[in-house]
C-alpha cells in the first residue's frame, strides 16, 4: 500500500513536470498579446534621409552640417523631445580640428526604465573607395543618412502614435563616427595592417562622438536598460546578420530582435546567423558607458564589405531601399512597445 502510494505520487509529479514544461513550450511559441504602437512608414523614414541630403555631405566644419545639426535639433523638439546638444571639439588623424556635436532627443524623461537608440549624421569626409575620385564628398545617404533617417521616423511616431510605450526612450545621433583614417597613407607611413598611432584620450579614430558621450554623458549617472545602433540600414542591397561584437555584450538584446524581425516576417532580411565583429559606435557605450548595446548593420562576410557603394559616391539616394526601412524601422520600433 505504501509503495503503490509513492508510486501514484511519484507518477502524478512527474506528468504534472511534464505538463508543466508542455505549457511552457506553448508560452515560448505563443506570440505576445498584441499592444497598440503606431505604424513605421517607410515613405517618411526616405524623406528624412532626402532632406539630410539636400543639405550636402554632412562633413564636419562644413555648412551642410551645420545645418543639418539645426535641423535634427528642431525637427526633434518638434516631435515633443527634450532636446540636449553635447558640443565639442576633436583632433583628427590628419591633425584637423573638429568642431563637432552629438544630438540627444529624450521622450519620456520621467520614466526610469530607458531604451536608447542611436546612430551617426555624420559624413566621411572623402570616397576613399570610389576608383575614380577617392578625394570627393558623397552623399552619404545610406551610411550615416539612413540610420538617421528611421530614427526620426520614430521620433515622428513616439509623438503621434496612438499611445505612448511603457518604456523612456533616447535617441543619440552621434558625430564623428565616419572621419577615422585613410588606410593606405597610413600602411605607407607606418606599414601593412598599421594606423595612425593613437593620442591617450582616443581609442580609435573613429566613434569620436560615441567616446566622448561614453566618457560624458548629458545627463550624470545615466544609464539605459540597452541600446540598438542603426548604421548603413538602407542599402537596397542589405541584409543583417548578428554582429559579432553584439553578441558578445548584449546576446540576449540581439536575439530578442532578431526574432522579432522573423516574427513580423523579417527572417530574409534579418538573418539568424553570426558573423563579423565591427568596431562601431556601439562598442565604446558598452566598453565605456557600460549600457549593452547591439548593432543592427548591413556587412558582407563573403567579401568583408558594406556594399559595393561603401564610401564612393555611388552612396546616394538610388541605392537607398524603402523595403529595408521598412523592415529596420518596423522592428526596432515593435521591440519598444513590447519591452
Known amino acids: 500500500m505504501y509503495i503503490r502510494f509513492i508510486f501514484v505520487i511519484t507518477a502524478i509529479l512527474i506528468f504534472s513536470c511534464s505538463d508543466r514544461k ?7 511559441e505563443r506570440p505576445p498579446e498584441p ?8 515613405d517618411s523614414a526616405y524623406f528624412f534621409i532626402e532632406k539630410q541630403v539636400s543639405f550636402g555631405p554632412r562633413v564636419p566644419n562644413t555648412e551642410a552640417h551645420r545645418k543639418a545639426a539645426e535641423y535634427f535639433e528642431k525637427q526633434f523638439k518638434r516631435f515633443g523631445a ?28 520621467e520614466r526610469p526604465k530607458r531604451i536608447l537608440l542611436a546612430a551617426h549624421w555624420d559624413t566621411r569626409p572623402f570616397a576613399d573607395k570610389d576608383s575614380e575620385k577617392p578625394r570627393a564628398y558623397f552623399d552619404g545617404a545610406n551610411d550615416g543618412g539612413s540610420g538617421v533617417g528611421v530614427l526620426l521616423e520614430i521620433a515622428r511616431n513616439l509623438a503621434a502614435g496612438p499611445a ?4 523612456g526612450v533616447d535617441i543619440i545621433l552621434f558625430d564623428g563616427e565616419d572621419w577615422g583614417f585613410d588606410q593606405q597613407t597610413a600602411e605607407r607611413l607606418y606599414g601593412p595592417g598599421k594606423d595612425f598611432p593613437l593620442p591617450k584620450n582616443l581609442l580609435s579614430w573613429w566613434c569620436l ?22 548604421d548603413m540600414v538602407g542599402g537596397e542591397q542589405s541584409v543583417f546578420l548578428k554582429e559579432g561584437y553584439s553578441m558578445e ?33 556601439h562598442v565604446f ?16 562576410p563573403q567579401d568583408g564589405s558594406f556594399g559595393s557603394f561603401h564610401h564612393t559616391r555611388s552612396d546616394n539616394l538610388s541605392i537607398i531601399s524603402r523595403e529595408k526601412l521598412h523592415a529596420v524601422g518596423t522592428t526596432v520600433l515593435t521591440v519598444l512597445y513590447y519591452e
Not at 22 to 28: A, H, M, T, V, Y
Open 22 to 28: 508542455k505549457k511552457e513550450e506553448l508560452l515560448k
Open 35 to 42: 499592444v497598440a504602437m503606431p505604424v513605421f512608414n517607410a
Open 82 to 109: 527634450e532636446v540636449a546638444v553635447q558640443s565639442f571639439n576633436a583632433t583628427t588623424y590628419d591633425n584637423q580640428r573638429l568642431h563637432l556635436k552629438n544630438i540627444v532627443a529624450s521622450f519620456y524623461p
Open 164 to 167: 505612448p510605450p511603457n518604456v
Open 209 to 230: 562622438g560615441s567616446q566622448h558621450w561614453a566618457r560624458n554623458k548629458h545627463k550624470p549617472g545615466y544609464s539605459a536598460y540597452y541600446g540598438i545602433l542603426l
Open 249 to 281: 555584450y548584449a546576446p540576449a538584446i540581439t536575439n530578442k530582435v532578431w526574432a522579432t524581425a522573423a516574427r513580423l516576417g523579417f527572417s530574409h532580411i534579418f538573418v539568424n546567423k553570426t558573423d563579423g565583429a565591427i568596431t562601431d559606435d
Open 285 to 300: 557605450v558598452n566598453e565605456l558607458a557600460k549600457i549593452p548595446m547591439i548593432n543592427i548593420i548591413s556587412y558582407d
